[in-house]
């Protein structure tokens, strides 16, 4: 019977994922079908827009030839009428002179036949129609302005459609999740000498397999690429996959997308647990300081509380605020000398990393984990519920690694980036420079309990940076000192 439930479940599981997958693609199709509508209104717009602008340059060449071939005809036809009029002038002095001179013929007296012969000696050298050239200064002729768009009507009948690049290929296997960066890698079916440069588009998602239609966050753009991989570097890794696509472009078009790929990027990600914060501690996101006025209004409820007693034993009638109670669970204010805040998330296996920054002139902090039901007016470090290393910069400095009331100075500068790794399947917990990667303390632990990472702060504050991966440099570290390098075997503990 058991065995029948189990295989019912299995199929139950194959057929709910199967209707998910199917929702998904016939988002797709949808999303598909109504992008064809638009997408060709588009191109349709985007064609007439060429051809307008193709028929407004030719309109403009038209016009401007039109111009060229009035200007040389307004030319030509006034030295043509200049040539004309002349001529004309001419002629009627000619035909003066010519009457003038029939009639000198038939003078009778010498002495005027003289007189006259010698005037028209003098006005025929003078006469304008021997003075004209006899030819057109212009020619009627106006083939040098013709024109031959046969070449161009012949390119204008070889128009088509652009050339759009082929989807590239992303290659999984060669894409890296590394240290907070991921580098995508892809490549061309067929090489194609025209492409320009790549875009790749990239989101966060929640969602495992093939990118969904409808996400919650959108696609980010990086264009220009000029090589066939990109780095996205110094990602904050705040939900557990990201997609990415990526498409070519020449000098003319945009090709599809790649089919997109989901790629894994998990890193734990927590905030502050304001519920279970010191009244003194000011909580904000990603930040925590000390804030002497703060729950003033409050001091009588809390003498009164603390007066009840100080068993640390968590009260069932408070909850703090919660992220998933399935990690969180209830706890009471931490009240008195335990100016303290924990996280929101818990941790039960795994590794885990987190950095944090002291803020300037903080006088004291501690960094490190707790199990839960640590009790309200307990400080970190001083039970065997807690680890941490802890920086006081009141009157003196010193820096030390504090379990179960126990405390190992440690002999290194204190770091302005502190890094937390912990390792609760093999039951280490290592503190870094977060900038040189430097160990400063491991503490050896069995955790018999989730743990939540814990901070103390008086007179300052905290920064806190989440969705880390583990650093390489870390990972190899651990594996090359098997987690032992820098402990205490008297810190080192068993904690129930």
């Not at 399935?326 to 335990?338: H, L, V």
């Not at 039960?348 to 902090?365: I, N």
Request: hydrophobic residues 35%; proline residues 3%.
């Amino acid at each position: 019977m058991d065995s029948q439930k189990e295989a019912l479940q299995r199929i139950i599981t194959t057929l709910a994922n199967k209707n998910e997958e199917l929702h998904n693609f016939m988002e797709t199709l949808s999303h598909s079908l109504a992008g064809v509508q638009v997408n060709s209104n588009q191109v349709v717009s985007d064609l007439e827009e060429e051809f307008d602008t193709l028929f407004a340059a030719l309109d403009e060449m038209k016009e401007s030839m039109i111009n060229t071939i009035k200007q040389e005809e307004a030319k030509k036809a006034t030295e043509l009428q200049n040539q004309l009029t002349q001529s004309t002038n001419a002629l009627e002095s000619a035909e003066e002179l010519l009457e003038f001179a029939n009639n000198a013929l038939h003078m009778n007296e010498e002495e005027e036949f003289a007189k006259a012969a010698k005037q028209i000696k003098d006005r025929v050298t003078m006469a304008p129609a021997f003075r004209l050239t006899m030819k057109p200064k212009a020619t009627d002729s106006m083939t040098h302005l013709m024109v031959d768009f046969s070449q161009e009507r012949q390119q204008l009948q070889k128009l088509q459609f652009l050339p759009v690049p082929r989807a590239p290929e992303i290659d999984v296997q060669d894409c890296q999740v590394c240290d907070n960066t991921v580098t995508v890698t892809w490549k061309m079916a067929m090489e194609d000498s025209k492409i320009d440069h790549f875009i790749l588009e990239h989101r966060k998602t929640s969602y495992e397999g093939l990118p969904r239609i409808k996400d919650e966050h959108c696609w980010e753009v990086v264009d220009n690429i000029r090589a066939t991989e990109y780095t996205l570097a110094d990602v904050k890794f705040d939900s557990k996959y990201m997609n990415f696509r990526v498409r070519a472009c020449n000098k003319a078009a945009a090709g599809e997308y790649s089919d997109p790929v989901t790629l894994e990027t998990r890193a734990f990600n927590f905030g502050f647990d304001s519920g279970s914060s010191h009244l003194n501690l000011k909580v904000e996101e990603g930040s925590v300081e000390w804030d002497p006025q703060g729950g003033k209004g409050l001091e009588s409820k809390v003498k009164g509380k603390e007066n009840k007693g100080r068993s640390g034993t968590p009260s069932p009638k408070r909850t703090s605020m919660t992220r998933s109670p399935a990690t969180r669970g209830t706890r009471d204010r931490f009240t008195g000398e335990s100016y303290t805040v924990m996280g929101d998330t818990s941790m039960d296996c795994g590794q885990h990393y987190w950095e944090v920054r002291a803020l300037k002139d903080c006088k004291s902090y501690s960094v490190g984990v707790a199990y839960r039901n640590l009790g309200k007016f307990d400080q970190l470090g001083k039970t065997n519920t807690t680890w941490c290393i802890h920086v006081n910069n009141w009157l003196q400095t010193s820096f030390a690694a504090k379990h179960n009331n126990k405390a190992k100075t440690l002999d290194v500068a204190v770091p302005e980036r502190i890094g937390v790794y912990c390792d609760l399947d093999n039951g280490q917990l290592s503190f870094y420079n977060a900038e040189t990667k430097q160990l400063v303390h491991t503490f050896k632990a069995k955790f018999s309990q989730p743990v939540v990472p814990a901070f103390m702060v008086w007179c300052g504050g905290l920064s806190l940076s989440t969705g880390l991966q583990v650093p390489s440099a870390v990972k190899s570290f651990q594996k090359t000192e098997n987690g032992v390098g820098g402990s205490n075997s008297s810190l080192n503990s068993i904690a129930q």
